[in-house]
């Protein structure tokens, strides 16, 4: 067997709400072999390497269900896709959802199976695979080797701590989330409404205030020239001149690196020059500059400081063993480090102790060393620095702190501009005022980490991230913009143009996603089909972007699912057989199934805009929800008027005026001869794409002077709505209308219209993508042999697989089927199909223009004519 692709799929999609791993597996000698005809032996050594997959449900519902299967008989992707869900439960990242689905009658599988932790499910996917092929084989998959590899890589790529505290904050205020990268960078909310967040820096925190606070000698010196306490110290370059300022003070000293974090290099409580030589040394290996100060002796408190306000408060005690008279300080840190609530790096709420050489220095001045066994009850301080990354703890004081220790600490976090901070405090006790008993601030950190307060040994815990959350996001703010998705089959591209259209009357900046680009304001930011997770993710993560609207298409749903986690207003223009036979959608039925996932992921107070004229319109109508706004192009259409005599809203069509019926109430918005796209409402789809519009512009609350004004300048150029019935008047009064018509339902459309417009001699130039059925593509032979009075038949650069000619003699096979005596020719290269159709081009006469990719056709236009296109200089750059 072998793996032909792993996906991961990070939203709602075609198999599941949540995040699914998909593995293409391919079978092959074993696709048709089942667990019991492999034997036993394979069973038993499966459940001995993964005992846990006795408790498996599987499909029988009850523990043990699973084994049952084993036993009846499953084929091996049933098999891998249980491994790996229980390789994630052994390794803390357990899921529930899986499923196993034939692809093909090849033996190529789905395996399916749900995550949390995206980098260790990737491994997983590969990992599960191997360890059947070596059960298949009698060979020890080495499980625990495998745990101990998967939890490095969930170690090395899971968000720490603080950021977890900050997602799981802003999970409960229904912000979206958006990891950024693979580190700690994270998109909080969409588009304008949006905030930056890596850890605990915001992206309002002050670079210099970041730097300065980096600095300890700088910050040192801004707080004691505004009269606030801080330790005496200079920066020593030198082991000299760090023994002569020692000297010089006559008390302990502490040496820490100029630009340091967590507690790396800080040696504390120095009085000799052999323990002063060892720790200048050692803060030397993190940074070049060292700081020497006075050492302060009192308890040692980190305060949390967001927005300019004291949130929590913390008593710090270092890394320590207790003695009980029989274990060594070596045994009793390795006793402690079994305590579940330690971790080796950020990943729990306690750091694991460590033997390094500063443990060894600190015992050493205690008279100790490794090997002591200290008596019953006794306290060994195994650091003296309080950091919890080397193995601190945290005792929660925030309701105690006396107010002038409060203010102190506020008042140095605004003296170095931090949005948020962590003030290290030394304080006799912090239910004592600094002014009476002293004290000194001994740093100011940013980025400061949120464990103790979060996960105090003693006392409550403090949620200082929703505290940055409420800062960043105040009162009911949720991060959202409005975000409108469009689906279908034909006319989602127009519909989407049109609708940005409209929100520019409302909105500063509008975003959208389309077939040909990622557009705000009109000017497009990527060319090429942005119809995809990717591109959804490029817009939403815009910050200057007020309101989106998606063009989603099949294959971004299908192949990637959805990327935002809900919008406001979801269109379906309609469903046809376009890409039906393509990767495993085999009907109709199953592609309405996969674009009504964006009805699915609909606010609860969301609107579905769904086309009532579609057969597959009771599909859609089961997978929204109670918000619906159907529109039509006949008002009489029985789903519009049940749902008007319900009081709901419906746009449609009604003596060739848009109507928008609410609550027994009709009011007509604009007559369909004043909307430009329409051509006199001769072309009947794009009066369908303006009903949409419409209705999503009723659902967003749009004035209705607004939505009927957008309509009406709104027009069928290269500017607006570029590629889609464009009509060019070329040198000798010759006219060619360019459209992006390539199924054939866009065909048959396409040409009903063109009939309309009362030309002598419609000539078409067409192609068709060639990763439709050969069905189809006769289909549209036989729709073009209909439609225009003389064809050209050419073909795209590329073919989608498809060798040179195949596509066009398809096309031509149904050209002959409907119309035997037609006037048929292939001409393959579009620039010789182009000028050979202009040649035969009568003023009086039309020639229709398809394409596959608009630029190359603009381009070819203009070789053939001689005529460079230029209205939109941004579409046609580079031609």
């Not at 904050?169 to 693979?182: D, E, H, V």
């Not at 945290?394 to 170095?416: F, G, M, P, S």
């Not at 603009?858 to 004519?865: F, K």
Request: glycine share 8%.
């Amino acid at each position: 067997m072998k793996i032909e692709s792993v996906r991961l799929l990070n939203g709602l999609n075609i198999h599941s709400h949540y995040p699914v791993v998909v593995i293409r597996l391919n079978l092959e000698e074993y696709a048709e072999v089942t667990t019991n005809d492999i034997g036993i032996g394979f069973i038993n050594r499966l459940l001995k390497a993964l005992p846990g997959l006795n408790e498996h449900t599987c499909s029988k519902g009850y523990a043990g269900g699973f084994v049952e299967r084993l036993h009846e008989g499953t084929l091996l992707g049933h098999v891998i896709e249980h491994t790996a869900l229980e390789l994630q439960k052994i390794v803390g990242i357990g899921t529930y959802f899986g499923k196993t689905r034939r692809v093909d009658s090849s033996g190529v599988y789905n395996v399916v199976f749900e995550y949390k932790a995206a980098a260790a499910a990737q491994r997983i996917a590969y990992i599960a695979v191997k360890v059947i092929k070596d059960l298949l084989k009698n060979i020890d998959p080495g499980i625990k080797s495998i745990v101990e590899e998967l939890k490095k890589v969930i170690d090395d790529t899971e968000l720490g701590p603080s950021t977890q505290a900050i997602v799981k904050a802003a999970r409960k205020k229904n912000i979206p989330i958006t990891r950024l990268g693979s580190n700690s960078l994270i998109q909080l909310g969409y588009g304008s409404s949006s905030e930056i967040i890596q850890a605990t820096i915001t992206g309002r925190t002050p670079c210099i205030a970041v730097d300065l606070a980096c600095d300890k000698a700088l910050t040192k010196q801004r707080l004691r020239d505004s009269g606030l306490p801080v330790p005496y110290g200079r920066v020593c370059n030198t082991l000299n001149e760090a023994i002569e300022f020692a000297r010089q003070i006559q008390q302990p000293i502490v040496i820490k690196p100029v630009d340091g974090n967590q507690g790396k290099g800080v040696s504390l409580n120095l009085t000799e020059d052999g323990v002063i030589e060892r720790a200048f040394y050692l803060a030397k290996k993190y940074c070049d500059e060292v700081l020497v100060e006075e050492y302060i002796d009192g308890n040692h408190y980190r305060c949390a400081i967001v927005n300019g306000r004291l949130i929590a408060a913390s008593w710090r005690i270092p890394a320590h063993v207790i003695g009980d008279g029989r274990h060594s300080i070596a045994e009793l840190m390795d006793i402690e480090n079994l305590n579940p609530l330690r971790g080796e790096f950020h990943e729990k709420p306690l750091t694991k102790l460590k033997y390094d050489p500063i443990v060894k220095q600190v015992l050493q001045r205690q008279s100790l060393s490794l090997t002591s066994v200290p008596a019953v009850g006794d306290r060994v301080f195994l650091r003296e620095n309080a950091n919890l990354s080397t193995g601190g703890i945290a005792y929660d004081v925030t309701d105690i702190i006396h107010k002038d220790n409060r203010q102190l600490v506020e008042n140095a976090v605004k003296i170095i501009g931090l949005d948020v901070a962590g003030v290290d405090i030394v304080l006799d006790e912090i239910t004592k005022s600094y002014r009476d008993y002293g004290g000194a601030i001994i740093e100011i950190n940013a980025a400061p980490g949120l464990r103790m307060h979060h996960y105090p040994a003693k006392g409550k815990s403090r949620d200082v991230a929703a505290a940055i959350v409420d800062y960043l996001f105040p009162g009911t703010a949720d991060g959202r913009i409005p975000i409108v998705t469009v689906t279908g089959t034909n006319g989602k591209t127009t519909t989407v143009r049109l609708l940005a259209h409209m929100l520019k009357q409302k909105y500063d900046t509008v975003g959208y996603t389309s077939s040909d680009g990622i557009y705000i304001n009109g000017e497009c930011l990527l060319t090429g089909d942005t119809t995809g997770p990717l591109s959804t993710r490029n817009l939403l993560e815009r910050k200057e972007v007020d309101v989106a609207v998606l063009e989603l298409a099949r294959g971004g749903i299908l192949h990637g699912g959805i990327a935002y986690d809900y919008s406001d207003v979801a269109i379906v223009t309609n469903i046809g057989y376009d890409h039906v036979g393509q990767d495993g959608i085999l009907s109709r039925w199953e592609l309405a199934d996969l674009k009504s996932l964006t009805l699915e992921a609909l606010k609860s107070d969301g609107h579905a805009v769904i086309n009532a004229d579609d057969s597959f319109q009771y599909l859609m109508t089961d997978s929204a929800n109670e918000n619906i706004i159907y529109f039509s192009l006949k008002e009489s259409n029985p789903v519009v008027v049940e749902h008007l005599s319900q009081g709901n809203k419906a746009v449609y069509l009604k003596n060739n005026n848009l109507i928008i019926g609410a609550g027994g109430q009709e009011q007509i918005l604009l007559g369909v001869k004043e909307i430009p796209i329409t051509f006199d409402g001769k072309a009947r789809y794009n009066v369908a794409n303006a009903l949409a519009a419409v209705a999503a512009g009723v659902a967003l609350g749009l004035q209705s002077s607004i939505i009927a004004d957008s309509l009406r300048d709104f027009n069928p150029n290269i500017i607006h709505n570029p590629g889609r019935q464009n009509i060019i008047s070329m040198p000798g009064d010759k006219t060619i209308m360019i459209d992006y018509a390539h199924n054939p339902q866009g065909l048959e459309s396409l040409t009903s219209f063109v009939k309309e417009l009362n030309y002598k001699r419609i000539i078409g130039v067409v192609c068709a993508p060639g990763d439709r059925t050969d069905e189809q593509l006769i289909q549209m032979g036989k729709i073009i042999a209909n439609g225009f009075d003389k064809v050209i038949i050419k073909e795209d650069q590329d073919t989608r697989g498809r060798k040179a000619g195949d596509i066009a003699k398809l096309l031509q096979d149904g050209f002959y089927l409907e119309n035997p005596q037609g006037q048929v020719e292939i001409i393959l290269d579009e620039i010789a199909a182009i000028t050979h159709a202009l040649r035969m081009l009568k003023t009086d006469e039309l020639l229709v223009v398809t394409y596959e990719n608009l630029n190359q056709c603009l381009r070819s236009i203009r070789l053939a004519t001689g005529v460079a296109l230029t209205a939109n200089k941004k579409l046609i750059a580079g031609l």
